[in-house]
Each structure stands twice: as C-alpha cells, then as structure tokens.
C-alpha cells in the first residue's frame, strides 16, 4: 500500500497520515518526500531530503508540544514567499495535528483549502477521532499500518525482556521514539520507576524515594510513565483518565499521590 501512495504522479496537496502502532512513519514520509521533489531517484534533490537538507521543508511536532497559532502562522509567512530552494517545491510537516489549539486550526485551514502554487502539507494524527471533520475534509486520509515484524527485528540490538518488548508494542508508534527513547535510557528510566510504583507501592521508603525521581521527570517523560504503567495494568481506568487529563492538572505531587492512590487501589 506504502508504494501505492508514494506512486501517485498527480499527489493532492494535503494528506493526513493515520498512525498504527509500530508504522514505519519517518521511513514512509521521507520515501514520500522524494517522489514529490525528486526528478530521478538518487538525484540530488533526493539526497537533500535524505541528508535533511532541502531548506523549504518545515516540520512541527504536536508530540513534543501543543501546535500554536505562531507555529502555523510561521509556516503560512515562510511559504507565502519565494522559496530557497531552486526546486520550487515547499513540504510542511505537522506532527500530531490533534494537539494543534483551536487558533492555530483556524489560522491553518484557510491555508491547507487554497496553497500556495507546489506547497505540500503532510499532517499525521495516532488519534483520528480528535481532528476536526474541517481538517480531514481538506487531507487525502490514509492509514499506516503496523509493522510488528520490522520493528522487532530492529529491537534485538537492545537487551530487552519479554515484558520490555510487549510494553514497548502497546505503548509506541513510531521506531525512530522507540529508538531515540532506548538509547538515551528514557524508555529504561520510566520502565523502571513504574515497575517500583507497582512493586513497592505499599514501602512508604521506597515510594519516598520514588517520588524524588518522579520530581526530576519532565511532562513527557511523566506521561510515558503512566503509559507504561496503563500497559502493564491494561483494565485500569483511572489510570487511563488520569492519563487522558494530564494536561489538566499538570502538578507533579499531585499526579504523584493520584498515581500512587490508584495503584494502592488496585490490590
């Protein structure tokens, strides 16, 4: 199917990429990337993309952080002038189109209905029951499908448990995270608090301790936490809405003591 897409000759001007877990999605958009800006494969508008140096492609990541209205504005105030390079052909990014804020849906709409000439706009979503019906409308949708296999093969590197592979399929989406968060031991650090929250939940000590480590994790790496821990309690709602509300009520001794109470629950 990757290839089907990536062979159209006549691309539509905006597409919406739907995430499965364990997609190939970086692969899949820079395969994406030089069949739209590419004259010959392996030419030197392909290598560009390949290397990350074709200057008129922007990306926004809604996974890191909420997307603006600045974020897109700066996209629409780049892409309305001339571009560098001589290809004249411009490519934005918005990873997590979901986490875009109202005003910055609105300031992008008008923008993705009438582009300018030979601007391309790729949005992906692991949610797409949260994009607006306004945003969809104007996206050629398509779903990328797991790739459970690959993914695994790729994981054999790391010294990884059983339970360790089985988290990491249920919590992640992309194998350049799962990649990233290995290697700098993000995916290890949070694996192993939310194995002590569990374990030791009843060791006043041990949770003393724990809720000194849990101060020093920033929101994201909070958020992995509870993922890991929904993906070892799966049946567990009020981690899920704990989860679903982070954003809410970001103090983290509070989301400390509500994780902790939930778990103390759960005997």
């Known amino acids: 199917m990757y290839n089907n897409i990536i062979n159209i000759k006549n691309k539509t001007h905006a597409i919406l990429l739907v995430e499965s877990k364990l997609c190939d999605l970086h692969a899949f958009i820079q395969d994406y990337l030089k069949s739209i800006v590419a004259i010959l494969p392996n030419d030197k508008w392909a290598q560009k993309i390949e290397n990350k140096t ?19 504005l700066n996209i629409i105030n780049r892409f309305s002038k001339t571009g560098v390079e001589e290809r004249g052909i411009k490519i934005y990014i918005i990873y997590g189109i979901e986490y875009a804020t109202s005003q910055a849906v609105n300031s ?3 923008f993705l209905e009438e582009p300018p000439k030979n601007t391309y706009a790729i949005l992906t979503t692991r949610s797409i029951n949260l994009v607006l019906p306004t945003i969809k409308s104007r996206c050629q949708t398509y779903i990328l499908k797991s790739n459970i296999k690959s993914t695994n093969e790729k994981l054999n590197q790391f010294k990884l448990t059983i339970e360790q592979k089985q988290i990491i399929s249920r919590v992640y989406h992309s194998y350049d995270d799962i990649n990233t968060d290995l290697r700098d031991n993000t995916f290890n650090n949070a694996y192993n608090l939310a194995k002590i929250f569990i374990d030791k939940k009843n060791d006043l000590i041990s949770i003393k301790q724990l809720q000194e480590q849990f101060a020093k994790f920033n929101y994201k790496q909070i958020e992995l936490v509870l993922k890991i821990l929904i993906a070892i309690l799966p049946n567990n709602e009020k981690l899920f809405e704990l989860l679903t509300n982070i954003n809410v009520n970001p103090i983290k001794i509070l989301l400390f003591d509500n994780i902790w109470s939930i778990l103390q629950s759960n005997t």
């Open 54 to 72: 074709y200057y008129d492609n922007i990306s926004v990541n809604g996974y890191a952080s909420n997307i603006k209205k600045e974020d897109i």
């Open 108 to 110: 992008l709409l008008k």
